[in-house]
């Protein structure tokens, strides 16, 4: 159990706690005794607090996504067990938290609809490949796909501000961004390894 290892573990920690935030704040009433306020930021924006946490949440387990995987390739620490609960730790986080906001309200359902799909599809892939003794890299447009997520999912859990004061839908407009280059990198992915279906 080595540190990028670790912080592995603390990402799916934090997961389960925004996960239990994000579906109620009766559980946190039940757990630690009060209710989490809201407040009014003018007479058309309510903000529910139980979101800005979780959305602290999500940035501090998105630092440890990154911290993770730089330590283990920086100090050689990469072991199978990290792939794998590396690989867990995302889906937890990421697939999560975007079917709990679609389910409430505050994002399209086809968007965590399309990203859990063509995860599945790469996922397959890389299992295919992973089975004839060959490793799928992550390309680039993958990358800038899950940059644009996190952006878009730590902005809707801030309720989109400070943009929502002058109706610029930024958190749409990177969740849409990143919905389309995960059906592109997708396409990318099963182009590129195509023959191993074949």
């Not at 592995?8 to 009433?29: D, E, N």
């Not at 590396?86 to 968007?111: E, R």
Request: positive net charge; contains cysteine; charged residues 15%.
């Amino acid at each position: 159990m080595n540190l990028p290892n670790k912080l592995t573990i603390s990402r799916i920690i934090l997961s389960i706690i925004i996960i239990l935030l994000l579906l109620g704040s009766g559980f946190i009433t039940s757990v630690f005794g009060f209710e989490i306020p809201k407040v009014f930021v003018n007479e058309s924006i309510v903000i529910d607090l139980k979101y800005v946490i979780a959305g602290i949440l999500f940035i501090l387990a998105s630092i440890t996504d990154f911290l993770d995987g730089y330590l283990a390739r920086k100090k050689h620490l990469i072991t199978n067990f990290g792939k794998l609960i590396d690989a867990i730790a995302d889906k937890i986080l990421v697939n999560s938290v975007l079917i709990i906001l679609a389910a409430q309200g505050f994002i399209h359902p086809i968007i965590p609809v399309i990203l859990i799909i063509r995860d599945s599809i790469v996922n397959s892939i890389k299992m295919l490949a992973a089975s004839r003794g060959k490793v799928v890299a992550a390309i680039k447009l993958g990358k800038v796909k899950t940059a644009c997520l996190m952006i878009g999912i730590t902005l809707t859990l801030f309720y989109n501000l400070p943009f929502e004061l002058w109706n610029i839908s930024v958190d749409s407009a990177f969740l849409f961004v990143a919905t389309i280059l995960s059906v592109v990198s997708g396409i990318q992915y099963f182009s590129l390894n195509k023959y191993l279906i074949k």
